[in-house]
């Protein structure tokens, strides 16, 4: 156990609607990290938030948006969705904002897995 | 930007040993990461190399040439639960010091 927390777990929806993915960090992490993962394909950064700030964008669509709230939860909104965003969303966390402790790791939830029908 | 290259997959015998290489190119180069992960679930830290040459941990290590831009994991005495896959991930001074991912490594472990 990570220590991160995501729900849901799963989410099943339809082309078109929005659905939020929430993320709760490791304890006293300062730093939320959104990655998605589709079939079969690597984990693509999307963006990171620093104690409130965004602090680093990567291939995101407009259509999403995140953010971290002052409990240090984030949230990750998917709107207007199409069936290639069905993937599985994860959330990663580390204490400072550069990566992680003296090693630089990041500790990952278990993921939400996105069905779009 | 950044390029991580690695194997799509590769496969094993139990108890044998393999070695996953991956090669990165990276403009503010600070740190190397390897992950496992196993089918739909989180990946989870293995390895981290910022300086150059081996790093040993258990049955899995760890090589870096910076110069390279080349890094592999060597996992030895190869188990069954073994069989999943490795992530080389570059962490970048240029790009916000989050870490970027390769395609990763399906290695499958056959009895």
Request: aromatic content about 10%.
């Amino acid at each position: 156990d990570s220590g991160v927390t995501q729900t849901p777990k799963h989410l099943i929806t339809a082309t078109g609607q929005r659905v939020t993915l929430r993320c709760s960090p490791r304890s006293g992490d300062l730093s939320v990290y959104w990655y998605q993962q589709s079939l079969d394909q690597g984990l693509q950064f999307l963006i990171q938030y620093y104690n409130g700030e965004e602090r680093a964008k990567g291939n995101i669509l407009e259509r999403f948006s995140a953010q971290q709230f002052p409990d240090l939860h984030s949230e990750l909104n998917l709107s207007s969705l199409e069936l290639g965003d069905s993937a599985l969303y994860f959330c990663a966390s580390s204490p400072h904002l550069g990566t992680g402790s003296h090693t630089g790791e990041l500790f990952f939830g278990e993921g939400s897995r996105l069905t779009v029908l | 930007g950044q390029n991580i290259d690695q194997p799509t997959e590769m496969t094993a015998t139990e108890g044998a040993i393999v070695q996953i290489n991956c090669t990165y190119q990276t403009s503010g180069f600070n740190g190397l990461f390897w992950y496992q992960q196993h089918a739909g679930e989180a990946p989870t830290f293995l390895s981290y190399n910022v300086l150059d040459g081996l790093e040993e941990k258990g049955r899995f290590s760890s090589f870096l040439s910076r110069s390279k831009g080349y890094s592999y994991l060597l996992l030895k005495e190869l188990q069954m639960k073994d069989s999943a896959s490795y992530l080389c991930a570059v962490r970048d001074d240029n790009a916000g010091n989050m870490l970027t991912f390769g395609g990763g490594t399906r290695l499958m472990v056959k009895p």
